[in-house]
């Protein structure tokens, strides 16, 4: 069983800065992980993802350039630093690994 737990959403103001987490924990296999949104009213979307030894990473067109994942194999913990947040930005933010998902954080972007 894996469980993940994301941390670090909250409100900030257009072009602001936050930088969340998500925290692994259980019997699993390093592999690759991501992060999704979703937004109210849309569908759950990819926003970036990372492989297993955190190399290469992958990011979805609207967040490139703004926005970078990590990982910390010590730690089994990924991040997403997000900088330059836009009102589009606004979702609540979700971990996955394999079929596994966090509960999710909510990331609000005030204009």
């Known amino acids: 069983q894996v469980q993940l737990v994301e941390s670090g959403g909250g409100l900030v103001q257009a072009g602001g800065s936050l930088r969340l987490s998500c925290a692994a924990s259980?019997?699993?296999?390093?592999?690759?992980m991501a992060w999704f949104r979703q937004a109210p009213g849309k569908e759950r979307e990819f926003v970036a993802g990372?492989?297993?030894?955190?190399?290469?990473?992958t990011y979805a067109g609207s967040v490139k350039g703004r926005f970078t994942i990590s990982r910390d194999l010590v730690k089994n913990t990924m991040y997403l630093q997000m900088n330059g947040l836009k009102p589009d930005d606004t979702a609540v933010y979700y971990c996955?690994?394999?079929?596994?998902w966090g509960q999710g954080t909510q990331v609000t972007v005030s204009s």
């Open positions: 990372i492989n297993s030894n955190g190399a290469m990473t």
């Open positions: 259980g019997t699993f296999t390093p592999d690759s």
């Open positions: 996955n690994l394999d079929d596994y």
